[in-house]
C-alpha cells in the first residue's frame, strides 16, 4: 500500500511530507544522483506558505529567506506604476517568502530523510516505463548510464518528475516540446544593498523587456548587504533559434546587459545589480498547453509535469504544493484509490489551466504593458494613464484567479484535515 511519487523537486517531496503526515507509506526516486542546492530564487505564495506551514516548516522557512512585504511596477523608466503590500503586511495570516530555490529543495529533502528515513529517497534511478495491475502500478528504473536499475511497485504513482516528464510523455506521446513564447530570461543572484522597504519585489519594463528582483537571504558575506535574485527578460523574433531549457544553462551578459545599460534609477542600479551576480543562467520562456486529463488509472501528474507555466505571478512552486497537499486530502478522505486520483484531477486541474491562459496573457503584469503603451516617454501623473482602479482590479482579479486573495484565503479550513495525533 505504497504510494510511489518520481521526482524529488518541490513538489514531489512536499507530497512525500504531506502523505506521511497522513500515516501513508510513500517511496520517492529520483533521476539525479545527488541533491544539491541550484537554481536560483523563487516566491513562496500565502497559500503556499499555509500548507507548508500545517506540515511545520514555517520557522525555518522564514528564517532561510526573507518575508517579503511588498510588490511594486515599475515602468522602464523607473517609474512607480503600482505597489502593495505582501504576506502579513497586507493582512494574510501567512506570510509570502522569497527564498533560494535550492535552499527550499534541500530543507525540504533534510525534511523526507529526517523523518520518512533515508530509504524513503531513491537517487540516481529514473522511471523508464509503467505498467498497471488491479491492484497497483509497477515502474522499471535505470541509472544514468541508461543501465537497468530494477523496477519498483505500488499502488498508486505520482509523476512529479518536471516539465520533461518521461510519465506525461507516456501518456502523452505525441505532444512535443515544451511551447516557446518568445522570451529569453536571464536569473542571478548578486549580493547588493537592500532596495526600497528591503523586502520589496519589483518588476520594471514591459511586455518586450523587464527586469525583476527581490531578496532572498540576508547571509549576505557583507554587512549591510543582501542576497538578492533577478530577472533580466527581452523577447526575441519566433524564428530565433533557442536552446532546451535548463536551469544549469550558463548565460552570457554580453546577450542582454547593454539593453539594461540605462536602467539605473534612484532606487536601483540594474546593469549594476547584473555585473555583481556570481553566476548567470539563461532560460527560454516556455509552457504546455492544458491537458484534457492528468489522471490515468493508478497514474497521475503533479506540479510541472501537470501544469508547466510561465514564471509570471510567482506560482509555478506554490501551484506544486498546492498540488500536493490536495492530492494528499483526497487519498485521506478516499484511500489509495483511482477514484481519489479522479477527484484530485478535477479540483487541480481546471483550477491550473486557468492560471496558465492568464499568465500567457501577461498575468498581473499587464499593467506595465498599458503603461508602455499609452506613456513611452515617462508620466507625470500614473492616474492619467492607467486609473487607480484598474491597477487594483488587475491585482485582485489574478489573486482570485490563482487562490490567495486575502479573505478566501484566511477564512477556508485546512486542506488536509490531519489526523488526531499527526506531526
Request: proline content about 7%; glycine content about 10%.
Amino acid at each position: 500500500m505504497t504510494v510511489l511519487v518520481a521526482g524529488a523537486g518541490i513538489g514531489g517531496l512536499t507530497l512525500a511530507l504531506s502523505l506521511h503526515q497522513a500515516g501513508v507509506p510513500v517511496r520517492v526516486v529520483e533521476q539525479a544522483e545527488r541533491l544539491a542546492p541550484l537554481g536560483v530564487g523563487i516566491n513562496l505564495l500565502p497559500h503556499a506558505v499555509r500548507e507548508l506551514d500545517e506540515l511545520g516548516l514555517r520557522a525555518r522557512l522564514s528564517a532561510t529567506g526573507i518575508e517579503t512585504a511588498e510588490l511594486a511596477y515599475y515602468s522602464k523608466l523607473g517609474q512607480r506604476i503600482w505597489s502593495e503590500p505582501r504576506g502579513l503586511a497586507a493582512g494574510y495570516r501567512w506570510p509570502q517568502v522569497s527564498i533560494h530555490r535550492g535552499a527550499l529543495q534541500m530543507l525540504l529533502y533534510q525534511t523526507v530523510r529526517d523523518r520518512l528515513g533515508p530509504d524513503a529517497l531513491r537517487l540516481g534511478a529514473k522511471v523508464t516505463g509503467v505498467s498497471q495491475g488491479a491492484e497497483g502500478v509497477e515502474i522499471t528504473l535505470a541509472d544514468r548510464s541508461g543501465a537497468s536499475a530494477g523496477s519498483l511497485t505500488g499502488t498508486l504513482l505520482i509523476a512529479a518528475d518536471g516539465i520533461h516528464s518521461t510519465l506525461r510523455g507516456h501518456f502523452y506521446p505525441d505532444e512535443g516540446p515544451p511551447i516557446w513564447n518568445g522570451a529569453i530570461l536571464w536569473r542571478g543572484v548578486s549580493e547588493a544593498r537592500p532596495f526600497l522597504t528591503g523586502r520589496s519585489m519589483i518588476m520594471a519594463g514591459h511586455e518586450r523587456q523587464k527586469f525583476v528582483c527581490y531578496p532572498i537571504s540576508d547571509a549576505a558575506s557583507a554587512p549591510g548587504r543582501q542576497v538578492i535574485n533577478w530577472i533580466a527578460e527581452k523577447k526575441f523574433a519566433p524564428d530565433h533559434a533557442w536552446p532546451r531549457e535548463d536551469w544549469n544553462r550558463p548565460g552570457d551578459p554580453a546577450d542582454f546587459l547593454p539593453d539594461f545599460a540605462g536602467w539605473r534609477f534612484d532606487w536601483l542600479d540594474v546593469p549594476g545589480l547584473i555585473a555583481a551576480a556570481q553566476a548567470i543562467f539563461e532560460f527560454p520562456m516556455v509552457d504546455r498547453d492544458p491537458l484534457p486529463r492528468w489522471s490515468h488509472g493508478r497514474v497521475t501528474l503533479l506540479g510541472d509535469a501537470a501544469h508547466p507555466m510561465y514564471p509570471i505571478g510567482s506560482n509555478g512552486a506554490s501551484q506544486a504544493i498546492l498540488d500536493a497537499r490536495v492530492l494528499t486530502a483526497e487519498i485521506l478522505a478516499q484511500g489509495l484509490t483511482e477514484a481519489a486520483l479522479v477527484a484530485y484531477d478535477a479540483a487541480r486541474r481546471p483550477a491550473t489551466a486557468a492560471i496558465v491562459e492568464a499568465n500567457r496573457q501577461n498575468g498581473p503584469e499587464q499593467v506595465m504593458e498599458l503603461v508602455e503603451q499609452r506613456a513611452p516617454q515617462g508620466f507625470d501623473d500614473i492616474e492619467a494613464v492607467v486609473s487607480r482602479a484598474t491597477r487594483e482590479a488587475t491585482a485582485q482579479g489574478y489573486k482570485r484567479l490563482a487562490g490567495f486573495d486575502v479573505e478566501t484565503l484566511n477564512a477556508r479550513p485546512p486542506i488536509v484535515q490531519r489526523p488526531t495525533g499527526a506531526a
